[in-house]
């Protein structure tokens, strides 16, 4: 099992900044790619951004490249979303999820384990 919690959500203008923050604890958080998803209310879960096990690969959503910077520390069991010009449309709640291994996966059901997320709110 992997247990994984967010953190760092929280409520922000248009234009501002965030970091979340996910930490994983139980079976190792080495060789487990990482992914956040977002769900804005009466959305379908939306893939944000992705990375591999070693850091060395990344993906994102369109609407996130050059907004959006995820990255990880192995040795703190964490990753991180740091978000940039965010304005009301990132508003929604941010999970972050993880799979063993594997390729990047931008779809929900690829993923094994989910934290319960953390809102962000973004206002005008």
């Known amino acids: 099992q992997v247990q994984l919690v967010e953190s760092g959500g929280g409520s922000v203008q248009a234009g501002g900044s965030l970091r979340l923050s996910c930490a994983a604890s139980?079976?190792?958080?080495?060789?487990?790619?990482m992914a956040w998803f977002r769900q804005a209310p009466g959305k379908e879960r939306e893939f944000v951004a992705v990375?591999?096990?070693?850091?060395?690969?990344?993906e994102y959503t369109d609407s996130g490249k050059g907004r959006f910077t995820i990255s990880r520390d192995n040795g703190k069991r964490k990753v991180y979303l740091q978000m940039k010009s965010l304005n009301p449309e990132d508003t929604a709640v941010y999970s972050c999820?993880?799979?063993?291994?594997?390729?990047?996966?931008?779809?929900?059901?690829?993923?094994?384990?989910w934290g319960q997320g953390t809102q962000v709110t973004v206002s005008s």
């Open positions: 990375i591999s096990w070693s850091g060395g690969s990344t």
């Open positions: 139980g079976r190792a958080f080495n060789g487990y790619t």
């Open positions: 999820a993880s799979k063993l291994g594997g390729q990047l996966g931008a779809r929900p059901r690829e993923y094994d384990y």
